[in-house]
């Protein structure tokens, strides 16, 4: 089911938030209309509000999946640590030494496999190997290298910018082993990573999208059925261990 | 839709000075945040910046208008982001109405400039009795009467003028704050004379006959900048700096002058506090003006020395 939703008359609540399949990062001082996200997740995944390098903008400063977090080297100690403590264990929380500090820019990631600008270090490809738990792949999408602003996917399937030519949309599937569609958010917006924030079973995006656009969010990343979907991700794990 | 009525398209160049190393500055009103930070001139030389020639460095920024256009929608949602302080309210709403003024009734402009695709400002007329029943003119509604508790009489008379079909009509302006003020004259020239020729066109019972304007606006109080305070006020260091008022956009003081009401209130210290601030840019307020239309030829007259006077 995908929600709209608005960060203070702003329709980019993917500037915002930060969801995964373990927890959702929101930022403060959204105001009243924020409150959505609790009430879709709370039930499910711990929702927690910080500040990033005392910021809201923690969609676009972090990037993470179900398997741990990372936070720019501006993020401040007692962000860190409040984060750090509001997560669960299970999560690995960490900070990265990164000239490319806008990490939910240049990182778009599932929980198996992860693409990230082309010029990013060595030294951050393998801590992100690391602590995310995933396959690194250096990539651009439509020709941009800020793949965390113009791609977002999870383990179902992925949205990508709309000028991305059919070749690379089957690259990229074929790296990423799910389906992508090319379309757009908040009506007629290339920039998906700020219009969208999604997981395997929820998905919410900016006051200002389409119906159409909707419809095509929901079907990609499987949002209508969520029963069977949840399902098949479960399986998926113990159907590998046996092979 | 290609644009083709000759009012809504308009070419102007504006030469923008800067100067580098020395310090000086045109005395421009939206320069004046920008200089106080350069006081200290000795400092400026020790930098060792590029020494190209000490004179003014001129930027040659082409600005044109256009009707708004659905492509413009997003531009001006975000101009529009703060329209009403921190309140949410349907700015997409407004923003669709802004831009079907444009492309229906070829009311209103937007500038871009140097052949960029993104607006940079707009500006626009909404009659809020057609439009009363829309929540962006309900909210809209709500703000201006809530802040107006203080002035029971003010407050009634707009309300009679919000309810009745008064042609009572929200000014809307709106544009990023570097963009100079020469675009004004002619922005504002082009909405009375898209207006005229509205009404013409819609005859007795025309929707955008005004007989009052609501323009909702922003001011702040600067600190008087050292130069600027030599030529027109001398201020002591022991003085109060902070009694300037000034325009974000200065055509808006002319018609703050021909207003028949006007009311002031600061912006809510939470939403200071997230906005960046300039050197010396204390207390940012909101104002409200309720301009008669019978004004506005000299309000235009005005505003056009204004600008040729600097």
Known sequence: MAVRVQYSNSSEIGVFSKL???????ALGGDVNFKVFETELADHIPVVYASVAGTAIVGRLTAGNKNGLL???????????????????????????????ALGNVIACNDYVALVHPDLDRETEEIIADVLGVEVFRQTVAGN???????????????????TSVEDQDELSSLLQVPLVAGTVNRGSEVIGAGLVVNDWAAFTGLDTTATEISVIESIFKLQDQASSSIITTMRNSLIDTM | RQQSSDFCHTTFHKIMSSKKSTG???????????????????????????????????????????????????????????YLEETQYNSSELADLVVSEGSEHTVGSVI???????????ISAINLHKHKDKECIRQVRQYVLSHLAAKPEAREKLEALFDTDAGL???????????????????????????????????????????HYLLLTSTFKGILEAKKSKTKKPKQKGEKPDSQLYYFKPEEEI??????????????????????????????????????AAKMPSILKQIDTLVSGQ
Request: with cysteine; aromatic share 6%.
């Open chain 2, 24 to 82: 000086k500055r045109k005395e421009e009103a939206l320069k004046i945040v920008e200089s106080s930070s350069e006081e200290d001139d000795s400092s400026e030389d020790d930098l060792g910046q590029d020494q190209i020639d000490p004179g003014d460095e001129i930027i040659e920024v082409e600005f044109e208008a256009f009707g708004p256009q659905e492509a413009d929608f997003h531009a001006i949602k975000t101009l529009l982001k703060s």
């Open chain 1, 145 to 163: 290298v800020l793949v965390g602003s113009y791609c977002a996917f999870t383990n179902q399937g992925g949205l990508v910018h709309p000028k």
């Open chain 2, 255 to 292: 018609f703050a002058k021909e207003a028949s009401l006007s009311h002031t209130w600061t912006v809510a210290a939470a939403e200071q506090a997230n906005r960046w601030t300039f050197d010396g840019m204390k207390s940012h307020s909101r104002l409200l003006l309720l301009v008669p």
């Open chain 2, 169 to 211: 009509t929200l000014l809307l302006n709106e544009r990023l704050v570097n963009v100079p003020v020469d675009v004004a004259p002619p922005l504002h020239r082009a909405l009375h004379q898209e207006l005229q020729e509205a009404v013409k066109r819609e005859g007795g019972r025309s929707t955008h006959r005004a007989s």
């Open chain 2, 112 to 122: 871009k400039a140097d052949g960029n695709e993104q607006a940079f400002g707009f």
């Open chain 1, 71 to 101: 936070l720019p080297n501006t993020t401040t100690d007692q962000e860190l640590l409040h984060i750090r403590n509001s997560l669960p264990d299970t999560v690995k929380v960490q900070r990265v030494e990164e000239r490319l500090s």
């Open chain 1, 20 to 26: 995964t399949n373990s927890y959702c990062l929101l």
